[in-house]
Structures are given as structure tokens and as C-alpha cells.
């Protein structure tokens, strides 16, 4: 266990619903990642926040994605209108900024099935 | 633009001897670099980062890499193979404490 605990841990929708992650980060994590992994493929980035700002979103984020980290703590990734090509699992990661580089401690993933 | 390139996408080899997974990053700034290592149906574990401090760095399990950077390369080994090291590995490169980015993985096979 990394600390970083991912809920579901497995979804599977019909296409067209709407669907939402979520992820918490280590208490005391200011950086959180979103990162997309298909079967066979190395995890994709898909954005990131710093505390509670979101600083950067991958084009691969199309508008149907939309992510959030309200109080800087949690953070959600929305998907509206689920297309058969968004099925991955989704994976957050976080670490703490500030000092000594440190790694990102992954949680287990969202797997997304979109039927 | 910033990237990082898994030459091997799949390595075999024989319990007992030597792993190598090649890594090389694009050019920029001062990179730190990490090896991530994901087992069937588990998450993502760090193995070993570089951050600009000793250029050969020690991990878990018996793994190091050693940074090049007049190869920009950061090649994974392990001297003796076994039979638990089967899985993904992803080398890793981050600049400025940005994203990290991740290389498209090496695919490891122990056999007895």
C-alpha cells in the first residue's frame, strides 16, 4: 500500500453515462497526477494539480474530462458521455514539492470498462 | 520536446544472469529520472530515482542504473536474474519537478 487509495478500483459503464473517480493523495502530497494506461502501453499523463490549482492538462484531455481538487487534499476525474476508446485505467499519483526531488507514489487505478 | 525512449520492448532471460533494460532521454536542463516497476494486476513501485546527486544509484530487489549524460542514457541492471523480477519495467524522466514522463515499457521474462 503507497498511501495513495483510488475508488472504484473497478467501473464498467454504458457508453454515453457519465462517470467519476476519485483519488486520495498522501496527507501531506501538494502535487497530485492523473495518468491514463491502456493494455500494453506506458501510463500517459493527463494532468496535474499543485494544491488545489490545476497547472497543466494534456491534449489528450479532450472536453468530455474534466478534473478537480477542490480543497487541495482529493482530488475527482469526471467523464462525461463515455465513449468506448476512454475504457483504461486511470491512475493518480502524488508527491510533495519543495527540497529534495522525492517520487510519486502511485495508487492501484481505476479500471474503466465502457460496454 | 521532452521524452524518453524504452529500446527494448521486451527482454527474456535466464534465471541467474544478468538484466540490462535500456533507457535514453531527450536532452534538457538537469532531469531527474526514475525506474518504475508494475507486476500483473498490481500498481506502479519505484525501483531507483536519480536526482543529480551519484550517478550510479542503488535500488530495491538488487537493481541499479547508472546516469550517462553524455549518453543522455540511464540503463537499468541487475546482476543476477530471478524468477519474481518478471514484469513491466518504465524508465521515467521529469525536468524542474514538472510531469513525469514515461517511456513506453520493457517487458521482462525470467526463465528457469
Known amino acids: 500500500d503507497t498511501g495513495v487509495s483510488q475508488d472504484p478500483r473497478h467501473k464498467i459503464t454504458k457508453r454515453g453515462q457519465n462517470v467519476t473517480f476519485r483519488c486520495d493523495p498522501i496527507s501531506e502530497h501538494n502535487r497530485l497526477y492523473w495518468y491514463r494506461q491502456t493494455l500494453g502501453q506506458g501510463p500517459e499523463f493527463l494532468t496535474y494539480f499543485q494544491n488545489e490549482a490545476q497547472l497543466e492538462k494534456s491534449r489528450l484531455l479532450s472536453d468530455r474530462f474534466s478534473a478537480e481538487r477542490p480543497k487541495g487534499s482529493f482530488s475527482t476525474l469526471e467523464i462525461q458521455r463515455t465513449e468506448q476508446g476512454d475504457s483504461a485505467m486511470y491512475l493518480c499519483a502524488s508527491l510533495t514539492t519543495g527540497g529534495a526531488t522525492t517520487e510519486a507514489f502511485f495508487g492501484q487505478g481505476t479500471r474503466l470498462t465502457v460496454v | 520536446a521532452q521524452s524518453v525512449t524504452q529500446l527494448d520492448s521486451h527482454v527474456s532471460v535466464s534465471e541467474g544472469t544478468p538484466v540490462l533494460l535500456r533507457c535514453n532521454y531527450s536532452?534538457?536542463?538537469?532531469?531527474?529520472l526514475f525506474w518504475y516497476v508494475q507486476h500483473p494486476n498490481k500498481g506502479l513501485q519505484l525501483l531507483l530515482k536519480?536526482?543529480?546527486?551519484?550517478?550510479l544509484v542503488k535500488g530495491i530487489n538488487g537493481f541499479e542504473a547508472e546516469f550517462k549524460k553524455s549518453e543522455t542514457s540511464f540503463h537499468l541492471t541487475k546482476p543476477s536474474a530471478h524468477m519474481s523480477d518478471a514484469a513491466e519495467y518504465f524508465c521515467?524522466?521529469?525536468?524542474?519537478?514538472?510531469?513525469?514522463?514515461f517511456g513506453t515499457g520493457t517487458r521482462l521474462q525470467v526463465f528457469p
Open positions: 521515467v524522466v521529469s525536468y524542474n519537478t514538472d510531469k513525469l514522463i
Open positions: 536532452s534538457s536542463y538537469s532531469p531527474s
Open positions: 536519480y536526482t543529480s546527486a551519484a550517478t
